[in-house]
């Protein structure tokens, strides 16, 4: 939450997207609020509270990675290195990192219940 919180007073409002492959692999990605376009299919998986006065951090997943990885919770972590040059991180010498664990039956139970909102459920 530092980094993020950091980056936020820097940048102002954040948003991350898990990236699905392409250019910079399976990466988590930061963008200040507004520089990337959620799609329609985009789901949110969540929000990251950071300290008041700023405003949360949505994290996104594509439609298609969501379906591959419903099943498991990621977790955003941040670890050294030098992470893809479009994420707002890379300047730091640290990069954003997606770690997972499988759902229990009971949270698969529960999200199938409740799903997830999409991008288009934005517009």
Same mark, same amino acid.
């Given at each position: ?12 409002g ?9 250019c910079?692999?399976?990466?988590p990605?930061?963008?200040?609020v ?5 799609g ?5 998986l ?11 951090? &949505?994290?996104?997943?594509?439609g298609?990675? =969501?379906?591959l990885?419903k099943? *498991?919770? +990621?977790i955003? #972590? ?6 893809a040059g ?8 640290v &990069? ?6 499988? =759902?229990?039956p009971?949270?698969? *139970?529960? +999200?199938a219940? #409740? ?9």
């Open positions: 939450m530092q980094l993020l919180t950091k980056l936020s007073e820097l940048h102002g954040l948003m991350i997207h898990q990236s699905g492959g392409c910079d692999g399976s990466a990605m930061c963008y200040p507004g520089d990337y376009r959620v329609q299919r985009d789901i949110l969540g929000e990251i509270a950071l300290p008041d006065p700023l405003p949360p951090v &949505r994290v996104w997943i594509n298609d990675q =969501f379906e990885w099943h *498991t919770q +990621l955003l #972590d941040v670890v050294p290195g030098r992470g479009f994420s707002l991180e890379a300047p730091e010498g &990069r954003f990192l997606s770690r997972s664990r499988a =759902f229990s009971d949270e698969n *139970t529960a +999200l219940a #409740d799903p997830p909102k999409k991008g288009a459920d934005f517009f």
